[in-house]
């Protein structure tokens, strides 16, 4: 299963409202999860499900879907979350990510 | 909240094998699923495969020929062996833990700190 990211990359200001997108290439419920990366770190987990969201993370982050098109939102961007951003499909094997989204200081 | 720890071979030659081992510590490996993934440099990550402290194993099929993953449930770890290396398979190399509800992975929520392999003569 494919998962298109967009955009590739974005440039925000802090406090910006930032939406990211990931598209499968088939369906796959709601078996999907995001991760933030930052440079030389491992990934963090941020929500599973399409929505849920892992504790200790921000409520500023949700999630959401709409057929196989999924929405990670960061309502106001705070400085520690410029990273890149992944999403991943647990539907079926192998394990599938997007290509990511940059999340850049404007 | 388990940590992980991987260690293993930083530097491998062309056409040679691939070791790395995750040691898990803060809870036991027994009764869940623990994933290999990998980083190429300035890339997005790519699944290696899982296995499951019973012994259960699942692959990437672009590695399938090449990948063995095993645990040792004494010694609370897991291994991967990636066999005939090349220049392509330089990244980092990260071990992580699933998070399951009821029977199904939901993601993948503990996760090691990566470590770089190359691939050089």
């Known amino acids: 299963i494919q998962l298109t990211q967009s955009p590739s990359s974005l440039s925000a200001s802090v406090g910006d409202r930032v939406t990211i997108t990931c598209r499968a290439s088939?369906?796959?419920?709601?078996?999907l999860a995001w991760y933030q990366q930052k440079p030389g770190k491992a990934p963090r987990f941020l929500i599973y499900?399409?929505?849920t969201l892992q504790p200790g993370v921000p409520s500023r982050f949700s999630g959401s879907r709409s057929g196989t098109d999924f929405t990670l939102t960061i309502s106001s961007l705070q400085p520690e979350d410029f990273a890149t951003y992944y999403c991943?499909?647990?539907?079926?094997?192998?394990?599938?990510f997007g290509g990511g989204t940059e999340v850049e200081i404007k | 909240q388990v940590q992980l720890q991987a260690s293993g071979s930083g530097l491998v030659k062309p056409s040679e094998t691939l070791s790395l081992t995750c040691s898990v510590s803060?809870?036991?490996?027994?009764?869940?699923?623990w994933s290999w993934i990998r980083q190429p440099p300035g890339k997005g990550l790519e699944w290696i495969g899982y296995?499951?402290?019973?012994?259960?194993?699942n692959y990437n099929p672009s590695l399938k020929s090449r990948v063995t993953l095993s645990v040792d449930m004494s010694k609370n770890q897991f291994s991967l062996k990636l066999t005939s290396m090349t220049a392509a398979d330089t990244a980092v190399y990260y071990c992580?833990?699933?998070?399951?509800?009821?029977?199904?992975?939901?993601?993948?929520?503990?996760w090691g700190q990566g470590t770089l392999v190359t691939v050089s003569s």
């Open positions: 992580a833990k699933h998070l399951t509800v009821g029977y199904n992975s939901v993601g993948l929520d503990s």
């Open positions: 803060g809870g036991s490996i027994s009764s869940y699923y």
């Open positions: 296995i499951y402290s019973g012994g259960t194993s």
């Open positions: 088939q369906a796959i419920s709601n078996s």
């Open positions: 499900g399409a929505s």
């Open positions: 991943q499909q647990l539907n079926s094997y192998p394990l599938t």
